[in-house]
């Protein structure tokens, strides 16, 4: 059973537009949201993330937008840059005993910014 | 500060072979965990470390073994490697409980032939 969907295989947009990357989750436990960038043959790097008490973040041009009663979260990158291609991972913390720790990942979405 | 840090970056196994993935980070970090990358499967966790002197099973753990040798290093041993575990292996570290970033290695490119 997957609890965190990427449903967007891949996305394209214009160089200096908007991309939305999103991202469902069924766990209603999951209390803490994590967007990871990842390059080829590089390693996942960490985005930007949100808790539950807060329905948006913001970094520059970076923000995550979160509705728990939709169990959905989005990542808008404003304005798009060619760098800003790459997989995107959403990813999802529950809170209860030994999972604590640990991350569950959606599959990912690959964002292509064209010049 | 390298951060985390992965040996080797790549390696090609026969089937039957053994062999043993290392990972090690200068955070200072509490928990560490060892995923899988696989085309369409996202990141699977096969097992992590809360903290010093513990492991625990992930998504994913069959065919696998851990040991957290210190604060600093988890390494992941493959005793006898299958075609189906040809992936992409990545480490990473947390600082722990009230700490939820996962900071990751480069990764290394593991093909069972």
């Known amino acids: 059973d997957q609890q965190v969907k990427q449903n967007s295989p891949s996305l394209s947009v214009q160089e200096g537009r908007i991309s939305i990357l999103n991202c469902d989750y069924t766990?209603?436990?999951?209390?803490?949201f994590l967007w990871y960038k990842k390059y080829p043959a590089e390693g996942p790097t960490f985005l930007i993330s949100?808790?539950?008490?807060?329905d948006k973040n913001e970094d520059g041009r970076f923000t995550v937008f979160l509705n728990k009663s939709a169990k959905h979260l989005s990542l808008h990158i404003v304005p798009s840059q060619p760098g800003d291609s790459a997989v995107y991972f959403c990813a999802a913390r529950g809170n209860s005993g030994g999972s604590n720790y640990k991350l569950t990942f959606g599959k990912g979405t690959l964002l292509t910014v064209n010049p | 500060n390298a951060g985390v840090t992965q040996t080797p970056k790549f390696q090609v196994l026969k089937t039957g072979q053994s062999m043993t993935l290392q990972c090690a980070q200068d955070m200072n970090h509490n928990s560490m965990y060892w995923y899988r990358q696989d085309p369409g499967m996202g990141l699977r966790l096969i097992y992590y470390?809360?903290?010093?002197?513990?492991?625990d099973k992930g998504e994913v753990p069959n065919g696998y073994n851990v040991s957290r040798l210190n604060k600093r290093e988890f390494s992941l041993r493959l005793e006898s490697a299958a075609p189906s575990q040809t992936s992409v292996y990545f480490c990473a570290s947390s600082g722990g409980y009230g700490s939820y970033e996962q900071y990751f290695g480069p990764g290394t490119r593991l093909t069972v032939t």
């Open positions: 470390s809360a903290s010093e002197g513990t492991t």
């Open positions: 949100i808790s539950s008490i807060k």
């Open positions: 766990n209603s436990m999951f209390d803490y």
